[in-house]
């Protein structure tokens, strides 16, 4: 194998970072991690995922509402805050599926919701995780090859893959500082169930790309510890094809930040770049 890798691509396989030389450009390898057999791309020439090798996820069942008999509803002291309640999430669960924007007032309405993972947040709008003065928002989403920066070789290349770039903001508003880890998957097993996760509009789960410990997307985090009045960004990277359309769902675990509740965004398919 040549000493000299300056490009980069994903494995169909395992998702992970290929590295290789110009002048394997075109040609067949297999895959230093899982061993699989992989086509590198001609020159000049990215390819777009194939949507086909991203397993489906089951679309997510409806709960039926929980019909409370009149006479308990009527014994309770706290009857006006449950009728406020029911309403709020009609009202806004009525604006999400038609995938409308919530008015102002409604979404302030939602924040408690929201803050708890109950309702998505519709991005660029910032959310707080309940109880603190963590909040977060997307700034950014689109479909490119980004620059991937390799510890080993101390030098960037661009991808040959296209892929879904998702700009995370998170702010620190308390009086404590905050730290925080990356939620992309780097290589351990619980780094998977503390990852972030995307679904498209039918409810397909977008596999992210892995990187590993010593190759990250320039521009991003692996962790930091967030002083007062401060915010960082981080770079999260999900795989795309072009049967990707349509508006997609995040979800932000809060272990990352300490907390026991995610996050969830909706982005419209308006912001992707």
Not at 28 to 38: A, L, T
Not at 169 to 177: E, L
């Amino acid at each position: 194998m040549p000493a000299f890798r300056a490009k980069v691509f994903v494995c169909t396989g395992c998702k992970k970072m290929i590295s290789y030389s110009p002048d394997q450009l075109g040609t067949r390898i297999n895959c230093p991690r899982c061993g699989e057999k992989v086509s590198l791309p001609q020159a000049d020439v990215l390819p777009a995922q194939d949507a086909d090798s991203i397993p489906p996820t089951p679309p997510s069942t409806k709960t039926k509402t929980r019909r409370w008999p009149c006479c308990l509803i009527l014994g309770l002291g706290g009857c006006f805050s449950v009728l406020l309640l029911i309403i709020v999430i009609g009202v806004v669960g009525a604006f999400t599926v038609t995938q409308l924007n919530v008015p102002e007032k409604l979404q302030r309405l939602s924040d408690p919701l929201i803050s708890r993972g109950l309702l998505p947040a519709t991005a660029p709008a910032p959310a707080t995780y309940a109880g603190t003065d963590i909040s977060i928002a997307v700034t950014r989403i689109a479909k490119e090859c980004p620059l991937i920066y390799q510890a080993a070789l101390r030098q960037a290349s661009a991808t040959q893959t296209p892929v879904y770039c998702v700009t995370v903001k998170i702010s620190n508003n308390g009086g404590a500082p905050v730290q925080y880890r990356t939620w992309r998957a780097l290589e351990d097993a619980s780094d998977f169930q503390r990852a972030a996760t995307l679904l498209d509009d039918g409810g397909n789960l977008l596999g992210m790309v892995s990187f590993g410990r010593s190759t990250w997307p320039v521009g991003a985090q692996q962790q930091a510890d967030i002083s007062p009045g401060s915010s960082v960004s981080d770079i999260l990277m999900f795989q795309c094809g072009a049967k990707t359309k349509g508006d997609v769902l995040l979800t932000l675990p809060g272990e990352n930040l300490g907390r026991a509740r995610p996050l969830r965004f909706r982005i419209p398919e308006s912001m992707v770049q």
